[in-house]
Nanobody
């Protein structure tokens, strides 16, 4: 089992920045080569893909809506994945979830992830 705990959410003005962290415990993803992802869900909307990274950190993919503004990274020694969010917009407001999958590859579909965190709220005011 893997436990994921997100942190770093909060209230920020449009144009501001936040860095989300996702700390993994239990079966460490560095040992078991887990791909990781960030997803978000706004009120009344389905959960949507934001960013993903493979085990080595070399391969990343982003949703078009965040490309050029968000950066996903990982530190396997610390069992942590990050999401640096710059130039935030009100439409980025959502609960952000970290997810892990039991394979080396990155992935954009929430259905392929095995473990999920509890989420952290990000609110961007205009």
């Amino acid at each position: 089992q893997v436990q994921l705990v997100e942190s770093g959410g909060g209230l920020v003005q449009a144009g501001g920045s936040l860095r989300l962290s996702c700390a993994a415990s239990g079966r460490t993803f560095s040992s078991y080569a887990m791909g990781m992802g960030w997803f978000r869900q706004a009120p009344g909307k389905e959960r949507e893909f934001v960013a993903t990274i493979n085990w080595s950190g070399v391969i990343t993919y982003y949703a078009d809506s965040v490309k050029g503004r968000f950066t996903i990274s990982r530190d396997n020694a610390k069992n942590t994945v990050y999401l640096q969010m710059n130039s935030l917009k009100p439409e980025d407001t959502a609960v952000y979830y970290c997810a892990a999958r039991s394979t080396v590859a990155a992935g954009t579909s929430p259905a392929i992830y095995d473990y999920w965190g509890q989420g952290t709220q990000v609110t961007v005011s205009s």
